[in-house]
Structures are given as C-alpha cells and as structure tokens.
C-alpha cells in the first residue's frame, strides 16, 4: 500500500514538473507569431455610400458611388473634434474634383491605388497627425446619367404593371346577377 501511494506521489511530481518546466519554456520563446501591424489595435471604419455627381461641360455626366473603409488609431479618432467619415466623403469630393482627367467610362484610366493614396495623404496632412492608416475600397461604382434614366424607367414601368394587375376586378369570381 504504501508502494501505491509514493508511486501516485511521485507521477503527480513528476507531471507538475513537466507542466511547470513546458509554461517556463513557452514563456521565454513566446507562444505563437506576433501579429502584424495592420492586425493590432487599429479600428475598422466603413463609410456609408458616397455619392459625388461628375461634371463635364457644364452637365451632369453620371455619379461617382464608393464605399469605404478605412483604418485608424482609437484614441486618435476620440481627438477629432469632426467626425472622420465627413473628413473621408469631402476628400473623395476634393480627388474627384480636382482630377479632372479621370474618365470612368474608361476603365484604364482608373488608379486605384492611387485614389486610396490619395485619400489617406490629404486626410492625414488635413488633421497633421497620421490618422488613417490604410484606406480600402469596399464598393465603387460609376452610374451614368442614361443608365439612372433606363433604371427609374424601368423600375416605373414595374410599378405601373403591378398597379395594372391588382386594378383588375375578379370578374371570373363573381356568380352572374339573373
């Protein structure tokens, strides 16, 4: 009997002192990899739909839709005496306007990279502190004035047809009147 019990006394030893020896061990190496900087302690901000008409001649010539997300520090936003997403929406205005030269209709002349540059630079130079980190494009579109035109015809004539059909009276339903 007493065999048993230092026999349990001594597994018991000898387990805590592999789990103390693996937690020492762990500890001095580090557990895992360390997380990348764009993984740790930034915020993930995403932007409603912003909408920006393009003008060329004087007419309106489609609009410009993007939805954006971008990355920042939290205890930097708390700082902002504006909120951040009006920043955002006045410089995709302020790119769009003073770039003229970009053709949506021409998907080649259309630099991403160098929009979402853009965009964080004049943001981080407007504040003069390094706000947002990264921007990333989360939807962009660019609808053309006919193409608005053709989809409010369209979802137009569906109204109506529907309207047409629930006008309608059941005539089939009702017994003739003798």
């Not at 019990?5 to 001594?10: D, F, L």
């Not at 035109?149 to 089939?172: F, H, M, V």
Request: charged share 25%.
């Amino acid at each position: 009997m007493i065999k048993i019990i230092a026999i349990a006394v001594w597994v018991c030893a000898a387990t805590l002192g592999a789990v103390f020896y693996s937690f020492q061990a762990a500890g001095e190496r580090g557990v895992g990899e360390k997380p990348k900087p764009m993984l740790g302690g930034l915020d993930y901000v995403k932007t409603d739909v912003i909408s920006v008409p393009l003008i060329r001649d004087s007419k309106i010539g489609g609009y410009f839709l993007a939805k954006l997300v971008y990355t920042v520090e939290p205890e930097q936003i708390k700082k902002l005496s504006i909120p951040a997403e009006a920043l955002i929406t006045d410089q995709v205005y302020s790119y769009l306007y003073a770039n003229p030269q970009i053709d949506f209709t021409k998907k080649a002349t259309i630099d991403l990279n160098a929009f979402r540059a853009a965009i964080r630079d004049t943001v981080n130079a407007r504040v003069g502190s390094n706000l947002v980190h990264e921007v990333l494009v989360d939807q962009v579109n660019f609808l053309s004035k006919d193409e608005i035109r053709d989809n409010w015809l369209r979802r137009r004539q569906d109204s109506d047809t529907a309207a047409a059909g629930a006008a309608k009276p059941a005539e089939a339903d009702a017994p003739p009147a003798h």
